[in-house]
């Protein structure tokens, strides 16, 4: 907890720093890079303070009339947020399979050893 908590401190340290949508877009793609590369509670908790503030400085540019600069950037985090989602979906699904392999190992496990157990031994006839 308090690794995560000093994560999320850092993160909004750095965040402070950068003062520009542009450059907040920019570090959220650097951010999700980072969590496809280790999605971790602490690396979505990066992306999703970065997110944040992009949707504060959208908010922002509606707030002083700039419509068409709160639209870009309103799209470019719309963007990531579908990048992540999709992620995040192709990763359970493959958590799926993989659970699913296992499951089909496990009943083929079961399945050899209950015919071993039918198979008779030292000669004696299989059965009871």
Do not use: W
């Not at 690794?3 to 999320?8: A, D, G, I, Q």
């Not at 003062?19 to 990066?46: F, G, I, M, Q, W």
């Amino acid at each position: 907890m308090t690794s995560r908590l000093l994560t999320v401190v850092f993160a909004a340290i750095f965040l402070a720093g950068c003062d520009s949508p542009e450059n907040t877009a920019h570090r959220a793609r650097r951010d999700l890079a980072a969590y496809k590369a280790n999605p971790t509670e602490a690396t979505d908790a990066v992306l999703q303070a970065t997110l944040s503030k992009l949707d504060s400085q959208v908010a922002e540019l509606e707030r002083k009339g700039d419509s068409a600069q709160a639209d870009l950037f309103r799209q470019q985090a719309e963007n990531i947020r579908t990048d992540l989602q999709a992620f995040k979906m192709a990763r359970a699904l493959q958590d799926a399979r993989r659970a699913v392999e296992q499951i089909g190992e496990a009943f083929k496990e079961a399945g050899r050893a209950f015919s071993d157990s039918l198979r008779p031994t030292n000669g004696s006839p299989a059965g009871p």
